[in-house]
């Protein structure tokens, strides 16, 4: 019996380490959600079976889950389009907002000049710019990425900034009083302070990089989930359109957590990356 | 051993616009000799803070000028001969207490932190924070991440040592363990330590000369050379002639309250 023996002294010792307590927190914090998500699905389904709701107007949980089923190779397909995109163009996002961050902070004339720029750019209805992309790039990954970019580096450069300055005056002082460099002062103090705000501004930015990428496919594309939701949407079909849709939220929360994820990991290197997660 | 003697003459220190300008510091003239311990002892607003840091070079004054080894201030820093403990400890919260107590020497120097790590050693050693090297700065108590600033300071081995009310948000127990250790670091290095405090008691225990400042604007009020023997240890608080320093001083922090 040394397996069994084995086995419990694993358990026993599990909520030690901090990583499987959080996950146990973690599980106890989501389970009502997840409680009430599955119980909405069963009135869903039983209203539209009662009120006999034909399925070309609300297709049934049962139903978009059986056509995930039977047409999951066409969405995984176009799943993996719609990631590639979403990833890419985060990725880009991610180094817009971070070097345009640090130049406006590193730079005073830059903050006078282009700052306000970028706030005032904030106005422009970026979902509108969809056509003017594929009209000037056509159907391929360019204008996707391109806004992306241009709805996802805001969050991450106005965190940045927020991060870059909020230095601990003394220890700037210190720097000072060893003669550093304003660079130096930038590689060892600001940028690694700044972090924690970096990922608050990412969680923000990859959400929105999702909705980039279903509204660049809506605009003009020929493979990935927004493009397969209009086309469900053309031929009717609207379980298909549901599993679709269903496939995209997906996809956003799993991104989403992966970025928890890195940031988890992360916080073994910079552990006060933990100390901004609730602001 | 280089002689490090702190000369400022007619220092002066304005704040803000032209127009509403704030007068911190008036015409001040200050002589400190190499290796001594002098405290800036004075009320909140009295610029003692402003003032240690242009007797440092880390700040320029409006007005005067400070001399550093007969060169101007600026160039003691640039030669690394002065080392900051702020009020707050600040250190870096992702490196460890030996990594934070190497950082600012790796920057002054230019070395590797595998070069840096011995001077940073001793430093920590110095605030008997030997074994407490690989802690990360939210494992340190407060008075434990006060010494680890201490430390950050002394491996950069500085001539002059500029204190800014380091053992303010301690409390009075931790307070007595660092004054006294800071005494043992003072007379094992003898370098040049300019204090700031507002705590009458810590002053007088600690130094050989305080300059006791008023407010409106900052200025000297009156100095005072403390005659108690060294080393010295707890007992001097029992010693009549501290008692007499303490009152002096209060009195001079209270003009109007007769002792």
């Not at chain 1, 930038?186 to 969680?203: E, K």
């Not at chain 1, 940031?263 to 933990?274: G, S």
């Not at chain 2, 127990?173 to 810590?202: C, P, Y």
């Amino acid at each position: 019996m040394a397996t069994a023996q084995q086995m419990r002294t694993k358990t026993e010792s599990a909520p030690k380490r901090p990583g499987g307590e959080e996950f146990r927190a973690w599980l106890s914090r989501t389970w009502p959600s997840v409680l009430v998500l599955i119980g909405a699905g069963v009135v869903w389904e039983l209203a539209v079976e009662i009120f006999n709701v034909s399925s070309f107007v609300l297709a049934k949980p049962s139903e978009f889950i059986a056509a995930t089923v039977e047409q999951r190779e066409l969405l995984l397909t176009a799943a993996w389009v719609t990631t590639e995109e979403i990833l890419y163009g985060f990725l880009l996002s991610v180094v817009v907002g971070v070097v345009l961050a640090v130049a406006i902070v590193r730079f005073e004339w830059l903050e006078r000049a282009v700052y306000p720029l970028v706030v005032l750019f904030q106005v422009v209805p970026k979902v509108a710019l969809a056509p003017i992309f594929i009209l000037w790039f056509g159907y391929g990954l360019a204008p996707k990425l391109l806004l992306i970019v241009v709805i996802a580096f805001f969050p991450i450069t106005l965190n940045m900034i927020v991060g870059l300055k909020a230095v601990d005056q003394d220890l700037l002082l210190l720097m000072k009083s060893v003669g550093s460099s304003r660079n130096q002062i930038m590689t060892r103090i600001q940028f690694p302070t700044s972090l924690p705000y970096l990922f608050a501004g990412m969680r923000i930015a990859i959400t929105l990089a999702v909705i980039g990428a279903v509204v660049a496919e809506f605009a003009g594309a020929r493979d990935g989930l927004g493009y397969l939701i209009q086309f469900a949407s053309t031929q009717l079909d609207t379980p298909l359109m549901f599993a679709a849709l269903t496939l995209v939220s997906l996809l956003g929360l799993v991104l989403y957590y992966g970025m928890s994820l890195l940031e988890f990991l992360l916080r073994r290197r910079f552990p006060h990356i933990k100390s901004a997660e609730s602001a | 051993m280089e002689n490090m003697r702190i000369s400022a003459q007619h220092i002066g220190m304005r704040f803000g616009r032209r127009g509403s300008e704030q007068t911190v510091l008036e015409s001040l003239d200050i002589d400190i000799e190499p290796g001594s311990f002098v405290t800036l002892l004075g009320p909140s607003g009295c610029g003692k803070s402003t003032l240690l840091k242009i007797l440092g070079g880390i700040l320029a004054p409006t007005t005067g000028e400070v001399l550093i080894g007969g060169q101007p201030a600026a160039a003691a820093v640039r030669r690394r001969q002065i080392g900051l403990v702020p009020q707050r400890p600040a250190l870096l919260p992702w490196k460890s207490a030996l990594q934070n107590a190497s950082m600012l020497r790796q920057i002054a120097t230019g070395e590797r932190f595998a070069d840096a790590v011995p001077a940073a050693e001793r430093a920590l050693e110095l605030v008997g924070l030997a074994e407490a090297g690989d802690k990360l700065p939210h494992e340190l108590s407060g008075g434990m991440a006060q010494r680890v600033s201490i430390a950050r300071a002394l491996a950069m081995d500085p001539a002059i040592l500029l204190m800014d009310e380091p053992f303010g948000a301690l409390d009075a127990i931790t307070r007595d363990q660092m004054n006294e250790n800071l005494a043992e670091i003072w007379a094992a290095t003898g370098k040049t330590i300019l204090f700031v405090t507002h705590s009458i008691s810590e002053a007088v225990f600690l130094s050989d000369t305080v300059h006791v400042m008023g407010v409106k604007p900052g200025r000297i009020v009156e100095t005072l050379e403390i005659g108690l023997g060294r080393p010295r240890t707890r007992q001097v608080f029992d010693d009549p002639l501290f008692s007499e320093y303490a009152a002096r001083s209060r009195e001079l922090l209270e003009p109007k309250v007769t002792v």
